[in-house]
């Protein structure tokens, strides 16, 4: 039988590994024939095949745990970005992104200069635009909270049957109220 050079998670700074990897999990094996030298002291393990197979029986099932729980993590984030991705498409259908930014900043003037009238009027934008991202915060915990992939992958959303109408607003319409 050959001998072989282990190295494991333990030893691999964390930079270099997965997030959460079980530390006795093999990060690298180098087969050395019936050399037993190996290539760093302290860094790797020198076994047999056979002691190998037996330590790698020891360590699936950790390994297999720790697979599964990110094959679910990676689901969710998927599922996440599609949610964010159906958020975004929404709220441009009724106000793209700079002009929501050119709302708020001129509602945010509005309150400095006290033009209480501009800010009511702009304030019903900004109060959907609040009640869309409290709907899509719900659901994105409603993801975060599936156990399984495919419970995750069943999550569906339905915005606009989800919140209040659209108001209907200009930046040309906020700026011709004075007051």
């Given at each position: 039988m050959a001998n072989l050079a282990v190295k494991l998670f333990a030893n691999v700074s964390v930079g270099e590994k997965p997030a959460g990897i079980p530390d006795s999990y093999p990060a690298e094996i180098i087969e050395l024939g019936e050399s037993t030298t190996l290539p760093e002291e302290g860094v790797w393990q020198l076994m047999?095949?056979?002691?190998?197979?037996?330590y790698m029986s020891e360590v699936q099932a950790e390994?297999?745990?720790w697979v599964a729980a990110n094959e679910l993590t990676a689901a969710k984030a998927t599922r996440a970005a599609l949610l964010q991705d159906a958020v975004n498409t929404f709220l441009d259908s009724y106000y793209p992104f700079l002009v929501r930014v050119?709302?708020?900043?001129?509602?945010?003037?509005?309150?400095?200069?006290?033009?209480?009238?501009?800010?009511a009027y702009l304030r019903t934008g900004i109060d959907w635009f609040l009640s869309v991202t409290v709907?899509?915060?719900?659901?994105?915990?409603?993801?975060?909270?599936?156990?399984?992939?495919?419970d995750v992958n069943a999550v569906t959303w339905d915005i606009g049957g989800n919140v209040s109408a659209a108001p209907s607003l200009t930046v040309g319409a906020a700026l011709t109220i004075s007051d």
């Open positions: 047999t095949e056979q002691e190998y197979s037996d390994y297999d745990a050119q709302m708020m900043n001129i509602f945010t003037l509005a309150m400095f200069d006290s033009k209480t009238n501009r800010a709907y899509a915060l719900n659901r994105a915990a409603f993801i975060n909270s599936r156990t399984t992939i495919e």
